[in-house]
């Protein structure tokens, strides 16, 4: 059964803490996502990965950075969390298909409150 | 960014039939897909059209047109369980989605 797996599904932390949330797919798929999803604004795109090293910009980058140090594995950090970074982070991977999308597979997302 | 607007909300009757349109900037897709996302949990995918036309997978329908940046995805003989908000996102040759904000439907009996 092919899996994201997500590290927290629930944390709490203190506004300036660094944050790390981890994410990990078992499916060998080269393209990795990190979304934030707040009600009434849907699901935005914070940064991606097509590759181990490489990393991309999405839509929200600010405040926040990556890290893909291993094809599996892609980490989200929030060097110094801030309450409107309170929101539902998931995670999602997909298969590098050549011209066409993949198929998004995700996990069952973290849920961050900072105060 | 990519534009893609779809109706914030429906209502339906249990056993009815129910379309949920979504439209796009017609350049930079390379297809459309469908997901549904119970409440609290991940989303999970339902369809993708990469050539236009109607496909179909059991009680669910997804429609494709490419020149008028339309989609629509038909859920039939609807069920309890369908409540749920359904995402519209186009894909793009880069492998990202582009998701739109969702439509959350409810199923009365």
């Known amino acids: 059964d092919v899996k994201v797996t997500q590290s927290s599904r629930y944390l709490v932390k203190r506004t300036g803490e660094k944050v790390f949330l981890e994410c990990v797919q078992d499916?060998?798929?080269?393209?990795m996502f990190w979304y934030r999803q707040d009600p009434g604004l849907g699901l935005r795109l914070i940064y991606f990965?097509?590759?181990?090293?490489?990393?991309e910009k999405g839509d929200i980058p600010e405040g926040y950075s990556v890290s893909r140090e291993k094809k599996e594995r892609f980490s989200l950090i929030l060097e110094s969390a801030s309450t409107n970074q309170t929101s539902m982070y998931l995670c999602?991977?997909?298969?590098?298909?050549?011209?066409?999308?993949?198929?998004?597979?995700f996990g069952e997302g973290s849920r961050l409150t900072v105060l | 960014g990519q534009n893609i607007d779809q109706p914030t909300e429906m209502t339906a009757t249990e056993g009815a039939i129910v379309q949920i349109n979504c439209t796009y900037q017609?350049?930079?897709?390379?297809?459309l897909f469908w997901y549904q996302q119970h409440a609290g949990e991940a989303p999970t995918f339902l369809s993708y059209?990469?050539?236009?036309g109607l496909e179909e997978k059991g009680r669910f329908s997804s429609f494709l047109s490419r020149s008028k940046g339309y989609s629509y995805l038909l859920l039939k003989e609807l069920q309890m369980k369908d409540s749920a908000s359904y995402l519209c996102a186009g894909g793009s040759t880069l492998g990202r989605l582009y998701f739109g904000r969702g439509t959350q439907l409810t199923v009365w009996p």
């Open positions: 990965s097509y590759d181990v090293k490489m990393k």
């Open positions: 059209n990469v050539l236009d």
């Open positions: 499916m060998d798929h080269e393209n």
């Open positions: 017609t350049s930079g897709f390379n297809g």
């Open positions: 999602a991977s997909s298969p590098r298909t050549g011209g066409n999308t993949g198929e998004l597979f």
